[in-house]
């Protein structure tokens, strides 16, 4: 029943920016809070940031200050602003939602991410 739709992906230079979205579409839930992580190779995935269905953001402190995480609730859409772009923000971008049917159990759910890769 529900779906997610990333897009926004793609390579720049370091310096550069880039804009992520996420749409979540369905019925019979509503949205508790949204977000993005990232997993580099190798590596473990790692929040970004967050925002919950009230506006509260939350930010890894290696984006803090570069990144800025919005919603358009009436389309159930959330975005990642990305600049200042370095090579080390290098990974796969996931979108995660986290939501509640309207019989009251809560789940997770992933999208199937988009790269992001800066250059040197």
């Known amino acids: 029943q529900v779906q997610l739709v990333e897009s926004g992906g793609g390579s720049v230079q370091g310096g550069g920016s880039l804009r992520l979205s996420c749409a979540a579409s369905?019925?019979?839930?509503?949205?508790?809070?949204m977000g993005w992580y990232r997993q580099a190779p190798g590596k473990q995935r790692e929040l970004v940031a967050t925002i919950t269905s009230g506006g509260t953001t939350n930010y890894a402190d290696s984006v803090k200050d570069r990144f800025a995480i919005s919603r358009d609730n009436a389309k159930n859409t959330v975005y990642l602003q990305m600049n200042s772009l370095k090579p080390e923000d290098t990974a796969v971008y996931y979108c995660?939602?986290?939501?509640?049917?309207?019989?009251?159990?809560?789940?997770?759910?992933w999208g199937q991410g988009t790269q992001v890769t800066v250059s040197s």
């Open positions: 995660r939602l986290t939501y509640t049917t309207t019989w009251g159990a809560s789940y997770d759910y």
């Open positions: 369905g019925s019979g839930f509503s949205i508790n809070a």
